[in-house]
């Protein structure tokens, strides 16, 4: 069975610096999607970025990056110059590629952003 | 506007009450799900729906009961709760195999 595991239930960072929040994954796939979400007070989840196990490239949306180590099974996510509004939950999530709409969350990391 | 709404926002119920939860999206999505997200513990998938048939129930107690009467509403029968299952409910739906869209949760707590 797939696992997904983030190991920091809490992080913070001083505004516009950058942070970096860690996800480690358990999959016997070699095809599969990676996901970051965000959960904010409001409670909805929404898509931060996402990865294809298949890129070698690493994913990039404006100031959020993630560094994908497929053989490591890591998947860690990059928020650059860090704004008030970044605070939230971050959840780390794995779906296989092939006939299966089952996403696999982690636990999840809180992120206070300082001012 | 998320595209996946979620009513009510808050709900408080005895444990012999009966509710439903609703969730309506407008993407043209065809697949719905209900996720079940308790304090500390990961999102757990409890339903989903693909073109109306469900096609994932997740070892989830009868006391919950979804239906779903067309691709664009989902909903969740509850009856006979036990204060266990006070979470937050997300309802979520995605194009075939795509991303799931979210809603922003039916905040449930069961007295």
């Known amino acids: 069975a797939q696992t997904v595991t983030q190991s920091q239930p809490e992080m913070s960072v001083q505004e516009a610096e950058t942070v970096t929040l860690s996800c480690t994954y358990d999959t016997s796939e070699s095809d599969y999607y990676l996901f970051w979400y965000k959960q904010p007070p409001s409670r909805q989840m929404i898509l931060v970025i996402r990865q294809e196990a298949y890129k070698q490239q690493n994913a990039t949306e404006n100031r959020f990056s993630v560094n994908f180590q497929k053989a490591a099974k890591s998947f860690s996510l990059k928020i650059s110059d860090s704004q008030l509004g970044d605070a939230a939950m971050y959840f780390c999530a794995y779906r296989a590629h092939f006939g299966n709409e089952k996403l696999t969350f982690g636990t999840g990391t809180r992120l206070t952003i300082i001012p | 506007e998320t595209g996946v709404t979620q009513t009510p926002r808050h709900l408080v119920m005895g444990m012999t009450n009966k509710k439903s939860l609703k969730c309506e999206q407008h993407l043209g999505h065809n697949a719905m799900y209900w996720y079940k997200q308790s304090a500390k513990k990961p999102l757990e998938l409890m339903f989903v729906?693909?073109?109306?048939?469900?096609?994932e129930n997740n070892s989830v107690p009868s006391r919950f009961s979804p239906e779903c009467p067309n691709s664009s509403h989902l909903f969740l029968h509850l009856h006979t709760l036990q204060p266990e299952d006070s979470a937050l409910y997300l309802c979520a739906s995605s194009p075939a195999a795509g991303i799931p869209f979210f809603g922003q949760g039916t905040r449930l707590t069961v007295v």
């Open positions: 729906y693909n073109f109306k048939e469900q096609t």
